[in-house]
């Protein structure tokens, strides 16, 4: 067997158990995981419902993992994920199935290479995949090239502890091995610091932690795209957008 066929097979092997641990993580009843200094909400559940049970329209989940926000979104949506771990797709139709979920579409391309029109999405839905993208800039770009003005981006993300911290310095010193061991994975990414600078009409979200290790804090929240309107006030230099930090606290 050559060394490439070696390689492609254990990158499946490796795959599969990925998304056997996914689908694994999908049984858990969200309802249990509780919420460490969250302003609104206790429970996983309860946030993810307030950021997903309203969504309407054409909704794209980049990274879905074995579907497990499925059960949180209206169940007449039309829903497409993009899914590069092909090993996720059965779990994703069989939680697609379970929730009453009809209206779907399912891609294997990653994100960066789904082709979608301009301006035709009503959200883009992103929980725990931000820290994996290749390109975390060119990636928000894009996410507001294909969401109609005033669409909704819904995240959810592990980000980088404040600098000079225990945990930061753990986060930094581990990351070129997690994101080996974790499929691209990196624990030390300030993504709101990507989120703010990125161009959306708005950003607002919460911090929390969870009782796990190393991939903490957390932020969860909605960036809104600009509307036409205010994307001519932004051509003429009037924008009224509001750039938040880490550690803001704010309505979602
Ligand atoms: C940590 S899992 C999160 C899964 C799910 N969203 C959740 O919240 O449980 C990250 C997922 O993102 C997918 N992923 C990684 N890079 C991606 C990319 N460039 N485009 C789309 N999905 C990607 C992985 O295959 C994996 O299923």
Redesign the pocket.
Known sequence: MSPITNSAGWQNGYRRV?AWG?AK?TEADEQTIKLHDCHDYTTMADLKRSLLGHLQGRVLE????AG??LTYFPPDIHWIG????LF?HLYIRQEAERHGLKDIELHGQ???QFPVEDGSLDAVV????L????DIDTTLKDIQRVLKPDGKFVF?EHVAATDGTCTRTVQDGITPVWKTVF???HPNRETWRNLEKAGFATVDYQTFRLSIPVVSPHIAGVATRASIDSKTELAHGQSKSRQPTLGDIHDI
């Open positions: 990925l996914m993580a980049i990274g879905p993992g497990t926000n993009v899914e590069p771990n996720t990653p994100a960066e992103s929980t725990y995949v820290c994996s993208v290749t959810m499929d691209h994975c």
